[in-house]
């Protein structure tokens, strides 16, 4: 496990951006794992500033929202349309979404990852209750992509996507097992939200309570953090 202590939350955000960038260009087909949610907004913002070359590179989603029409506004489809695919100019055919309509969904994704050789880098954020993807606590390291049912803490903090609307109770998200499968993980976490779960994610391991502890057994996992999401941590790097 590798940690980047950030002087800002711009310089961690520009670590994240450094990290996908140097690998795309030493591998332009490179497969890439996308994340969503606020955490996430700033780094395609800098990849888009920085005008990344991504017409070779391919893209899996983490997770998607069940229940939802197609093109709903809060879906991740469209989130990673709006912040990432339109403003490079990159083809909706470079990524897989989770297939939330398949009664077999699940298995499918999982297929379709393997064909593909599977993900170069799998972007993460981390939730406060420590969820990876839409992995929340109980989740088993063994799990793959499957219908999860989210709790009411993750739903609460996702209604104001929804406004009046009411959001879905379901979702489609790859497993932690499926995330461990990338070659590479980079989690980005920002703000003092974050400050207590990271201190909890380096001071416990394999702890089901907190799903995000389960990625520390990956040989490549990269931590990235701002002094917000590091003020509860001492570290010395």
Known sequence: MRIILSESTAEAVSAVTTILMDKIQAEPSSVIGLATGRTMEPVYADLVKKEANLKKTFFFMLDEYMGLPENHPSSFKQYIKDHLLNPLMLDESQVAFPPVTLSNGGEHYERILTEAGGVDIQLLGIGQNGHIGFNEPGSTKESRTRVVRLTEETRQA??????????????LSMGISTILSAKSLVMLATGKSKAETIKYLLNHHDDPTCPATFLKSHP??????????????????
């Not at 996702?158 to 979702?171: D, I, K, L, T, W």
């Open 158 to 171: 996702n209604q104001s996507h929804f406004g009046m609307e009411e959001m879905p109770r379901e979702a």
């Open 220 to 237: 490549h996992f990269v931590l990235v953090l701002d002094p917000d999401a590091a003020s509860k941590i001492n570290l010395k790097i």
